[in-house]
């Protein structure tokens, strides 16, 4: 109380002994000399406040609430290394201020709520039929990723955990949309600076020539620096025994970045999986950089199905009963077909039925339709797929050739 009594006491004989000042001046000097005294004294004034503020900041984060305890600031120190540039000290000192008391306590709820990844994974759950081991993997690399979240809060060892992966699966089982999520996770989570995904094959990396690979490798990394580098049919990019290939000089610049630019980039190598496997056999290196292998499994026809379903659900279709059992039918003869490319195929189907249902209502102008019309896909839609009349020919040579 005292001394808040003596700081005013001090503060008014200050301007008392300011304004004698003044008046002393006013009738002693010239007019133009008094404005110059006033300003550099206004100004000596403004500096001095600015300098006190800055020196009290100074000492309230050095002695403030947010002060951390005696462990943390040890473990934040060993987070520092020796000869650490001065922006990184810099990140290390505010990490220390923001550092929570050590018996503060999260829940990972507020912390994925925090991050905002709830959204990807409704979207991954929800969107996509079946895919289970895809979805757990998923879900184990968030939670890793969220955990080591709070242990970086708390000044806990948190290195970057390697994150390049491997999708392995046929054609049409979800491996660019499943990668599209993860980018988005990584991104969100804070792994990845953008989240944005660059669609590669061999043809965009490798050139004809020599002098062509390096810096055609070098722009689809940089164009996927801070987001993934998906590479489609990655075994590909090696060919054994083609001397003139230039795959080998890809791969080591790719094996050099993976390495070195890790906290920018994350790699995902899509394909086959047993052409996957011999690829890896044959690079090692490659091999070693993989953390992370998801298996896509070919769906079976209950999740084709259903696939389908989710696919008319999204744009407003349904499909009668009879037109339901008819697309079974169609999907368990599409499979054993070559070239069925699963999710994929059932797509390319339901847009062929679409364009069956709409000439069919077109073929009637005349009559009315209704809503409910217009959203139905009927077998007829379905049953009018050349397949069907191939397969019936197809079974009746083979009954032919049966007969004696
Ligand atoms: N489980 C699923 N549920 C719903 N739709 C799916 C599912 N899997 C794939 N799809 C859809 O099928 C289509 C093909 O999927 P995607 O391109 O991800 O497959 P892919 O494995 O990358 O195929 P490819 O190996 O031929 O490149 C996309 O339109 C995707 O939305
Ligand atoms: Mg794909």
């Known amino acids: 109380m005292y001394g808040f009594k003596i700081k005013y006491i001090k503060s008014a004989l200050l301007l008392l002994a300011v304004l004698i000042g003044l008046s002393v001046a006013w009738d002693n000097v010239s007019r133009g000399l008094f404005v110059i005294i006033v300003v550099s004294m206004v100004t000596l004034l403004a500096a001095a406040a600015l300098a006190r503020d800055t020196w009290r900041q100074g000492r309230q984060y050095d002695r403030g609430p947010f002060r951390p305890s005696r462990p943390s ?6 987070q520092t290394p020796v000869g650490a540039s001065p922006a990184a000290k810099r990140r290390a000192r505010r990490r220390r201020i923001e550092e929570p008391d050590p018996e503060q306590t999260f829940t990972l709820a507020e912390e994925r709520e925090a991050a905002d990844i709830d959204e990807v994974f409704t979207s991954l759950n929800d969107r996509l039929v079946g895919l289970l081991p895809v979805k757990r993997k998923v879900d184990e690399i968030a939670s890793l990723l969220l955990v080591d979240r709070v242990r970086q809060r708390f000044g806990l060892q948190a290195p970057r955990p390697n994150l390049h992966m491997c999708f392995t699966g046929d054609p049409g089982t979800g491996k660019t949309t499943v990668a599209l999520q993860m980018a988005d996770l990584l991104h969100r989570l804070g792994y990845l600076e953008k989240g944005h995904l660059v669609h590669a094959m061999r043809d965009d990396l490798i050139g004809e020539f020599i002098g062509h690979t390096a810096p055609k490798t070098k722009r689809i990394l940089e164009r996927a620096m801070g987001g993934v580098l998906f590479i489609d049919e990655a075994y590909y990019l090696y060919r054994p025994g083609d001397s003139k290939d230039y795959g080998q000089e890809c791969i080591d610049i790719l094996l050099q970045v993976m390495e070195n630019d890790r906290d920018k980039l994350v790699v995902i190598l899509a394909g086959y999986k047993d052409r996957m496997d011999v690829f890896f056999e044959s690079n090692p290196g490659m091999s070693s950089r993989i953390a992370h292998h998801l298996d896509f499994a070919p769906y079976k026809l209950d999740e084709l199905v259903a696939i389908g379903q989710a696919m008319l659900d999204d744009s407003a279709y349904y499909l009668s009963g009879e037109a339901e059992m008819a697309f079974r ?18 797509r390319n189907e339901l847009e062929r039925a679409r364009l069956r249902h709409a000439h069919r209502l077109v073929a009637e102008p005349e009559l009315s339709r209704s809503k409910d019309d217009l959203m139905r896909l009927e077998a007829a839609d379905i049953l009018a797929s050349p397949l069907f009349s191939l397969s019936e020919s197809l079974a009746a040579v083979e009954e032919s050739a049966r007969r004696p």
């Open 73 to 78: 600031r040890v473990a934040a120190r060993r």
């Open 329 to 346: 039918e169609y999907l368990a003869l599409r499979m054993a077909q070559p070239r069925f490319a699963n999710a994929r195929s059932v």
